[in-house]
């Protein structure tokens, strides 16, 4: 079992940064992929940047040059830098850890964009 815990959520004016936080704990396995995952109201989850142990990033559509992720392997912790908000950035934010077909989810935080 993983367990995932959030920071960094908030509210934010358009235009404004924030940056999310998330450490996992529990049966960490090498190899595994972390990243971020957004759900806005009405709308299905969808990707917004992952990394591997290795390094290797993807960014959604939506997000590239605007956020930037990171991680640090030896304490199991992966963020999330978002600049340049908009109010369509407005969603959950969840943190995943994904190993093998598994994935093992936070529950999130909130980020809400203000106009």
Known sequence: QVQLVESGGGLV????????SCV???TIFGNNIMGWYRQAPGK????????SVKGTIHYGDS????????RDNLRNTVALQMNSLTPEDTAVYFCDYHWLTVDYWGQGTQVTVAS
């Open 63 to 70: 997000v590239k040059g605007r956020f930037s992720i990171s």
């Open 13 to 20: 004016q358009a235009g404004g940064s924030l940056r999310l």
């Open 24 to 26: 996992a704990s529990g």
């Open 44 to 51: 299905e989850r969808e990707l917004v940047a992952t990394i």
